[in-house]
């Protein structure tokens, strides 16, 4: 598992930092108008690949998991499903585009959206097969260079001309060359086509219902904070926003390669009866997915204007944005562990209606907070909806659940180091200290800390507790 999960870490590094470098460029280059515009496209084509799978594809890779099933007959069938679902999303788009060219403001950009998706839908299909197989490393990689690609083909092209048209152009070129490459690595598992089976559909049909939650859960914290600061606020606020959004969720990639890589082993260790081997790895899970998120919030209450700052002065409005994200990115985590606990145990019920739930609640208090408060009302939302929701499905997992769930147990030794570099910058401020000085000799005390108190506990190490953990 070390490996696998190397491999996505690496991968979701990646894709951050090129994110960020991407932001920083066109944050600098075009301003936060450009840089909202083409959020919102970028918004409204993942939609679009989202309606076109509604959890299809996690409800495959679940069941391409587990052992003595006929995997061709599951791809087969989720093909034609899936083929279903997105002519019916081409059809919406045709019907839809004039709206949609004037809402994204964006000439043609239906017709991006329209080849994005379709090549994009078939590249996802691609990754579920990949994933279920255990293939990490191939996904990884397809997972980054898309990104990757996509960026630097945009920056080139920006070079010769202003027009944000050549982002939708290069998004549109990008995807058809993954979906090529993606079907060559597919041909080679040696699948053979067999008809649709009418009871895997229907069983599939049956996981979709609830895994499609998932699904539009992702919809309704990442999109609609962004759509609805776009419709009360304008594109300049969705461009602050949206660089703050990918701050904070660049402290989440540790949680969500681990999360990534451990699902499929949740779902077969499930079907073997084995929940000791999965409150095992939870607790591990969660402590190695809170370890960036808690220093970072620490950091933010106290250079929050100078690191918004290093993006350009119209970017420091959004200070406080960042607080109030890294907080809840202490929740997302959490959340996330206990979906896919939920779905992997045959518990996947219980996270449709705690996902229905979610969406629900950050829908109505984004309405509400950001008439009222603007973009930190959008923040404060998706944090509070995110931590009503964790402690809704901790309770539920701790109550009805064989699986042990001890998620302070995991970070105790995090939190304390924290609180302790804290007190230590704040301590510097004294002496003057430039503030990425500050930060980084912060940092070295909070891992000091950290190491000293499990030493004292009698427990490992971080280094020894991740790769003792992982090589199991």
């Known amino acids: 598992m070390l490996k696998k999960f190397s491999y996505l870490f690496i991968s979701n590094l990646g894709l951050k930092f090129n994110s960020l470098i991407f932001s920083f460029i066109i944050a600098h280059w075009q301003g936060a108008s450009f840089l909202g515009a083409m959020f919102i496209f970028l918004s409204v084509h993942s939609f679009g ?14 069941k391409l998991s587990e052992v003595n099933i006929d995997k061709n007959k599951y791809i087969s069938s989720a093909f034609a499903i899936n083929i279903a679902l997105l002519a019916f999303l081409l059809l919406i788009l045709i019907i839809f585009s004039p709206y949609l060219d004037s809402y994204i403001g964006i000439n043609n950009a239906t017709v991006a959206l329209g080849f994005s998706v379709l090549f994009g839908n078939f590249i996802n299909f691609g990754y579920a097969i990949f994933k279920s197989n255990l293939q990490f490393e191939l996904f990884s990689k397809l997972q980054f260079f898309r990104d990757f690609l996509f960026r630097a083909l945009s920056i080139i092209l920006l070079f010769y001309t202003s027009s944000i048209e050549v982002v939708l152009i290069s998004k549109v070129m990008v995807e058809l060359i993954l979906l090529i490459y993606t079907v060559i690595k597919v041909s080679k598992y040696n699948l053979s086509w067999s008809s649709p089976s009418k009871a895997i559909i229907k069983e599939l049909i049956e996981l979709l219902r609830y895994n499609s939650v998932l699904e539009i859960r992702t919809v309704t914290f990442n999109y609609i904070d962004i759509w609805m600061i776009n419709f009360f606020l304008g594109d300049f606020y969705v461009g602050l926003y949206q660089l703050v959004w990918q701050i904070s ?12 890589v451990t699902f499929p082993y949740f779902s077969r260790w499930s079907s073997e009866g084995k929940y000791d081997k999965i409150s095992k790895y939870t607790g591990f899970t969660i402590k190695l997915s809170l370890f960036m998120p808690f220093p970072t919030l620490f950091l933010s209450l106290t250079y929050s204007n100078e690191i918004m700052s290093f993006f350009g002065e119209e970017f420091i409005r959004a200070s406080i944005v960042l607080i109030i994200l890294l907080f809840g990115s202490l929740f997302r985590p959490l959340q996330e562990i206990t979906s896919k606990l939920l779905v992997s145990t045959g518990k996947a019920k219980i996270s449709y209606r705690i996902s229905v739930f979610s969406g629900l609640l950050n829908i109505a208090l984004n309405f509400i907070l950001i008439l009222l408060l603007h973009i930190e009302g959008a923040a404060l939302a998706t944090t509070l909806s995110n931590i009503i929701i964790a402690s809704i499905s901790i309770f539920y997992i701790k109550k009805h659940s064989p699986i042990e769930f001890k998620a302070f147990k995991a970070v105790k030794s995090n939190v304390m180091a924290s609180i302790i570099m804290l007190l230590t910058i704040y301590s510097l401020q004294y002496f003057n200290f430039f503030w990425i000085v500050g930060s980084i000799i912060g940092l070295i005390m909070w891992l000091t800390v950290i190491m000293v108190i499990e030493k004292r506990e009698g427990s490992e190490n971080v280094y020894d507790f991740i790769t003792r953990s992982l090589r199991k």
């Not at 969720?249 to 990534?260: D, E, F, S, Y």
Request: hydrophobic share 60%.
């Open 249 to 260: 969720t660049g402290v989440l990639i540790v949680g969500k390669a681990l999360i990534g």
């Open 49 to 62: 690949l989202v309606l076109a799978k509604l959890g299809l594809f996690y409800s495959l890779e679940k």
